[in-house]
């Protein structure tokens, strides 16, 4: 069976009963230095039965399976079918100074939570009862009945996270709305490593986004840490590796990560959530 009728058929399953699937994943949570990202996508069926989902879907993947060129393609792609209104995508994040402060699992959920609000408020999922005769006229009209949808999140479920939703283990590779979060994820993260590469040369950001590359390493061995990086990431990978009495170089507290606005990164009908 291609690729692509696996994603979409997924999708398809995962949305009989409910009006609209959101997928959401995330970029950046092993990486040393820079933000954690997450995306955020919401299909109808309406879109996964439509020409796309059929005919174009099939470069759809695990954005980790993709060549930067070929994300760079299907982004492309989804900032266009976002102008047209065919779906909707938003990303979120959490700094360096959040995932200093909440440990990446919770800035991760943090970054998570504020790309699915750039779609829906937690409010919109609460359980509500319906207005009956005797509710008055004011009562009638702010009535908003709880949103039909469901909302998919690549790997185990979240605990105490603010939306309800379905954990998938390996999203990314088997649903369509995951995967395109997934690439929403990293291609925006890779635009704002890309920056943080120019603000602060010799590290090789734009090269390696911030992971444990040997490379990367090296660079933080010789020029120290700079305001982008991870102090517990690094404390860990430089542990065993380099002197005791160095070690102090890496507990320098950082000041706060001013990462660009969406605009001055990618100017794009896929919004970041605020």
């Known amino acids: 069976m291609p690729k692509r009728r696996q994603l979409r058929g997924f999708d398809l399953k995962q949305i009989e009963g409910h009006a609209q699937l959101i997928g959401v994943d995330e970029a950046g949570r092993g990486a040393l230095a820079g933000p954690v990202v997450a995306g955020a996508v919401l299909v109808t069926q309406e879109f996964l039965e439509g020409r796309w989902a059929v005919a174009r879907s099939g470069r759809v993947n695990d954005s980790k399976q993709l060549t930067p060129q070929q994300r760079d393609e299907v982004f492309a792609e989804i900032e266009q079918l976002a102008l047209e209104g065919q779906l909707h995508a938003t990303y979120g994040e959490a700094s360096v100074a959040e995932i200093e402060e909440l440990n990446i699992l919770g800035a991760t959920k943090l970054a ?11 409010s919109a999922f609460a359980r509500r009862i319906e207005p009956d005769l005797f509710a008055s006229e004011e009562e009638v009209h702010a009535f908003q009945p709880q949103v ?120 794009s009908p896929v919004k970041k959530a605020t």
Do not use: W
């Not at 998570?112 to 829906?120: H, S």
């Open 148 to 267: 039909s949808c469901r909302i998919l999140i690549d790997g185990l479920a979240l605990r105490s996270f603010a939306y309800p939703h379905t954990g998938v283990v390996r999203g990314d590779a088997r649903s369509l709305c995951v995967a395109l979060a997934s690439i929403v994820a990293k291609v925006t993260r890779d635009r704002m490593m890309e920056e943080l590469d120019r603000r602060h040369p010799g590290y090789g950001f734009a090269q390696h986004k911030g992971y444990g590359t040997d490379e990367h390493r090296d660079a933080v061995l010789k020029l120290g840490r700079c305001p982008a990086h991870r102090g517990a990431f690094l404390r860990k990978l430089m542990r065993g590796r380099v002197d005791p009495a160095q070690m102090n170089l890496f507990d320098v507290e950082a000041p706060p990560l001013s990462v660009p606005s969406a605009k001055s990164v990618v100017e």
């Open 112 to 122: 998570m939570r504020r790309a699915l609000e750039g779609i829906y408020p937690p």
